[in-house]
Every structure is written in structure tokens, then in C-alpha cells.
């Protein structure tokens, strides 16, 4: 059948069992941030344009190319703003987080905060393997904290997630520092310098950048770039005191906390806020786009936002390609997704043998309701027959079979691969007590 309505590119339906996996990353996020120290945090969807222009930089590719605008409608919200953008659905957290920290009032009332969000967000990109236009995002920000150790916390929780999921030795943490703004402003110049007799032998991406902004250039990922890449300057020949000290602090913790990380000059990110430390990592044989996570230090932008000055260190992951990675690596093992595969089936099926017990099977299912079991029954008026063949199919563990025998009797029994369980006056005003002391264990299918 054609398809009229087809969903929109970069976007999926996550159905019941596409969500298996989806609630075990999820759930797996919750509890490593949690014993991490980290509490939930939920700012909304989309936010004031303006906001990520300013967070993310103007000249971004997300925000000059990748964003879901929605103008403003109202005449009164667009009085009082001059240069109003209108709403865009967020595509990262960071921003949303900064602004929510700063709203709240946390400078002030508890400036080290341990954040963590969970959702969808939003980016007009060209829809590829393991790049969608909504997507998931795993992050934690840490915000109050200046020292290198909380830089070393974060990418300790991301690789905490990875690993409870699975992951080995085959993920990579590649680490660069970004200095501070006036190592930032030198280092831009002597790129600036480097690069210019180049441009006519680059890509037209790096022509484009090099105006807006020059360090892009040193993460294109055309062969030809890279090469001429090699010579280029070294941020770290200019970096000031400061910077590296606190670069050293953080690979001396990430040597104590015993992870490996690898030193990568490339890694530049694609976002302004950045300050000194920042990182990726990375499932490498998905190739130029092997990024499962990313993160850094951004200890301007809450003072961008109009707030203090206010240190603070985070990473996201993204759920699609860290699918894909463990889709390739055969992860997690069935046995870890048991429970979530096992709730999409009922754990009792409630048969009707004859009109006569509709009703009481209607109120059967609702006993087995409130003693916390997922019970299933026939909406559709099947035969007994049909009944038996569809609790068969749907993979419940137990058969409650009512009919004029244990109407008369007042008994109940539920049968199942396992055994049987016979339940005396169940059919009684007792039955949700009397369903609860035999339902304790219902043994296994
Ligand atoms: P990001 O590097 O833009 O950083 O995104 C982080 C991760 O989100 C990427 O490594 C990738 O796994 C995933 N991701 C990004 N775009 C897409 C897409 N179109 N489809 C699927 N997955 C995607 C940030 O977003 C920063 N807010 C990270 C951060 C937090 N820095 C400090 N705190």
C-alpha cells in the first residue's frame, strides 16, 4: 500500500520491541549517573533561539545549518525583544542546562551542581548511519567545580555507562585541551597564518570555516586536509600556565582512576563554549563518524548566559550510534534484557469458557491487576477455542481458565507449563488475598 503519510527522514517509531533496548540504555544511564552522584534534570524541549546562537557560537554548523526553528506568533511575545528568532527545539543539552542553572538560581544557593538529562534532541542534519534528525542524548553536567578532577568524574560516569552496557578495550578516549580564551585568541592567530597559503588546496568546507572559524579545519576529515593537517600549529606551544597545568591534573586523575586515554590534537569540537579539557569517545571501526560521546570543560558560559563566573565540566552521549557499536559487538546479552523482553507479554491469560463468565473473568483480570500481575483477557468475543490459541501466542506464563465448573465450586485454577496451582474460594470476595498468596511465586515459564 502506498504510504501517505510517511514518517518524516532522520526520524524513527520506536516500537515495543525497538524499546527493549532503548529502556535498558536508559535505565542503565539512571543508575550510572546516579551512584555517580548525579541528579535529574528535565529543562524543556525547545528554548528561546537566541540561547543556543549564544551558547553554541554563530558560526557552528548546528547552528547555522541543523536547527528546528519555529517563528514566533504572538504580536505581544515579539514586543519588548528586538532581533526576536523565535523557538527552537534544543539540539544538545548543555545550553538548556546552563540557562535552567542560572534561572534557578544556583549560582547562589548551591553553585556544584551534578546534573544528568535523558531525551530526544533535534538536528536538521543530513539523515546517515547512526545521524538522525531526532536522536537521544545520554548527558551529565557538572557545574561548580573548577579543578581537573571533576573533568576526570565526567568522562569516569561515560565510560561507567559503556562499560555496564559491555564495552572492552575496543572504545577509545581521545583528549585535547582547548586553553583558555587568550591561548584560544594566539593559537587562532597562527592557525590563521598556517592555514591561509592552503586554502586553494582544500576542501570547500575549509574554505568556508576558515573565516568563521579556523579550528574546524583541524577536524576535517578529508584525506587531503588531513595531510595537510600535520604541520599545522600546536595549541599547546602557546597554552598558558594555567591551561596546562590543569591538563596535567586531569591526566594525572584519569591515570589514577586506571583508564587509559589517548592524547588527539584533532579533537576540537564542534561547539564554541569549550575551555581546556575536552574529549571524545570514540567505537572507531564506524569511521568518520565513531563518536559515541562527547564532552568538555565550558567555564564561560554561564557568565555568556549573564550569570557569575561559573566553572563547569559535562559529556553527552548519543544513544544511535552507541546502538550501532553494540549491535556490532553481539551486546547485551539476552539474559540482561530478560526482564524487558518478559513484560511485553502477559503473565496470566483469563479464559472465558462460556458467556456466563465474561464478567467474572472481567473482574478476574482486575484481581490480578491489583496483586501486581500482568493479566490479559479476550476484548473481542472469541471462543473458548480461539481464547486458548491466542493465550498461547501471546507468550503468558499462566492459563486461568473459568467456566461453569468453577463458577459453581468457587474454585480457581491456574495452570502452567510449571504446574498447576489450585486456588480454593477464589472466585469469593477473597480473591484478590487469596490470588496474592498463591501468585507469590508464580514460577517460571
Ligand atoms: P556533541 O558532540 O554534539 O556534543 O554530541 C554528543 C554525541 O551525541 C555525539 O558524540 C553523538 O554520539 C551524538 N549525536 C550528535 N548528533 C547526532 C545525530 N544527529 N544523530 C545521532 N546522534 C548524534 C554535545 O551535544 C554537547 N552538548 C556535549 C556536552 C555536554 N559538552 C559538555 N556537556
Known amino acids: 500500500m502506498a504510504q501517505s503519510f510517511p514518517r518524516p527522514r532522520g526520524t524513527r517509531d520506536l516500537l515495543p520491541d525497538d524499546l527493549v533496548l532503548i529502556r535498558h540504555l536508559e535505565r542503565t544511564a539512571r543508575r550510572v549517573a546516579e551512584t555517580g552522584g548525579c541528579?535529574?534534570?528535565?529543562?524543556?524541549?525547545?528554548?528561546d533561539t537566541r540561547?543556543?546562537?549564544?551558547?553554541?557560537?554563530?558560526?557552528?554548523d548546528v547552528v547555522e545549518k541543523e536547527m528546528f526553528t519555529v517563528p514566533r506568533r504572538s504580536e505581544s511575545e515579539q514586543s519588548g525583544s528586538e532581533d526576536s528568532g523565535g523557538y527552537t527545539f534544543r539540539p544538545e543539552g548543555t545550553a538548556g542546562a546552563a540557562r535552567a542553572y542560572l534561572e534557578a538560581g544556583f549560582p547562589q544557593r548551591g553553585p556544584l551542581q551534578k546534573w544528568y538529562y535523558l531525551g530526544p534532541m533535534f538536528r536538521y542534519e543530513r539523515p546517515q548511519k547512526g545521524r538522525e534528525r531526532q536522536f537521544t542524548q545520554f548527558g551529565v553536567e557538572i557545574f561548580g567545580a573548577a579543578g581537573p578532577l571533576a573533568d576526570a568524574e565526567v568522562v569516569e560516569i561515560a565510560l561507567r555507562f559503556f562499560e555496564a552496557l559491555g564495552f572492552g578495550a575496543e572504545l577509545e578516549?581521545?583528549?585535547n585541551s582547548m586553553g583558555d580564551p587568550?591561548?584560544?585568541?594566539r593559537w587562532r592567530e597562527a592557525l590563521r597564518g598556517y592555514f591561509e597559503p592552503q586554502l586553494a588546496e582544500r576542501c570547500s568546507d575549509c574554505r568556508d570555516r576558515f573565516a568563521r572559524n579556523v579550528f574546524r579545519l583541524l577536524d576535517c576529515k578529508v584525506e587531503r586536509c588531513r595531510e595537510l593537517n600535520a604541520g599545522a600549529p600546536d595549541l599547546f606551544a602557546v597554552m598558558g600556565e594555567d591551561a596546562r597545568v590543569h591538563h596535567e591534573?586531569?591526566?594525572d586523575a584519569m591515570c589514577a582512576l586506571g583508564r587509559t586515554v589517548r592524547e588527539d590534537r584533532g579533537i576540537v569540537r564542534g561547539l564554541d563554549y569549550y575551555t581546556r579539557t575536552?574529549?571524545?569517545i570514540h567505537y572507531p571501526p564506524l569511521g568518520a563518524r565513531s563518536a559515541l560521546c562527547g564532552g568538555g570543560r565550558y567555564d564561560g558560559l554561564v557568565a555568556e548566559l549573564g550569570g557569575p563566573a561559573t566553572p563547569a565540566v559535562g559529556f553527552a552521549i548519543g544513544f544511535t550510534p552507541t546502538e550501532i557499536a553494540l549491535a556490532a559487538l553481539e551486546l547485551p546479552s539476552e539474559s540482561e534484557l530478560a526482564d524487558l523482553r518478559g513484560a511485553l507479554a502477559p503473565e496470566v491469560w483469563c479464559v472465558a469458557v462460556t458467556e456466563e463468565e465474561r464478567l467474572p473473568v472481567l473482574r478476574l483480570a482486575q484481581a490480578l491487576r491489583k496483586a501486581g500481575r500482568r493479566a490479559a483477557l479476550d476484548l473481542r468475543g472469541k471462543s473458548v477455542g480461539a481464547q486458548m490459541k491466542e493465550a498461547g501466542k501471546s507468550g503468558a506464563a499462566w492459563l486461568a481458565v473459568l467456566g461453569p465448573d468453577e463458577r459453581t465450586n468457587g474454585a480457581?485454577?491456574?495452570?502452567s507449563l510449571a504446574g498447576e496451582v489450585e486456588i480454593p474460594a477464589a472466585l469469593s470476595a477473597d480473591l484478590?488475598?487469596?490470588l496474592r498468596a498463591a501468585l507469590k511465586d508464580p514460577g517460571s515459564r
Open 39 to 47: 541528579v535529574e534534570v528535565r529543562p524543556p524541549l525547545f528554548e
Open 51 to 60: 540561547l543556543f546562537a549564544r551558547s553554541l557560537g554563530d558560526a557552528t
Open 173 to 175: 578516549v581521545r583528549v
Open 182 to 185: 587568550a591561548d584560544r585568541d
Open 249 to 251: 591534573g586531569f591526566l
Open 278 to 280: 575536552v574529549f571524545e
Open 412 to 415: 480457581l485454577t491456574l495452570r
Open 432 to 434: 484478590d488475598a487469596a
